[in-house]
């Protein structure tokens, strides 16, 4: 069971991750996802009824986002937001990264999680014996 005392520790530590910014990688990651549709920070503020200085705000750090500014943000850039238990946030980096890797051609499309390099995805099922 966790003590006022702790539970007072974890705000104070939630309260200063907050006033820092938006996580570097974060940040950068928008960006770069921004930048590959062809947008400029005015064509993103633009579509989110901002202004570009708040999107270089953000991308900068100099500012945190509302909750539902992000998520609204994140969501046009066709991302989203999820919840994932500590212990498997390198999992799901790894997944990620593992999907947005190049193929073997060379070529850096996104490949489904669930399919093998070797495995041609129109073919049918095997049973296994």
């Known amino acids: 069971m966790v003590n006022c005392e702790q539970a007072a520790s974890r705000i104070l ?4 991750l907050r ?9 950068r990651t928008l960006k770069e996802v921004r930048e590959k549709r062809g947008w400029t920070q005015r064509n993103l503020a633009c579509r989110l009824g901002l202004t570009q200085t708040h999107i270089s705000s953000i991308e900068s750090g100099k500012i945190v986002p509302r909750y539902d500014t992000l ?6 850039l066709d991302r989203d937001l999820l919840m994932v238990p500590r212990a498997l946030v390198p999992v799901v980096q790894s997944l ?4 947005l890797q190049p ?27």
């Open 13 to 16: 530590h939630i309260k200063q």
């Open 19 to 27: 006033l820092e910014g938006l996580p570097e990688e974060m940040r």
């Open 71 to 76: 998520l609204e943000l994140v969501r046009i």
């Open 96 to 99: 990620i990264r593992d999907h």
């Open 103 to 129: 193929d073997q051609n060379g070529e850096g499309e996104e490949r489904s999680l669930y399919a093998t390099d070797d495995e041609d995805s129109t073919q049918e099922p095997r049973d296994e014996v």
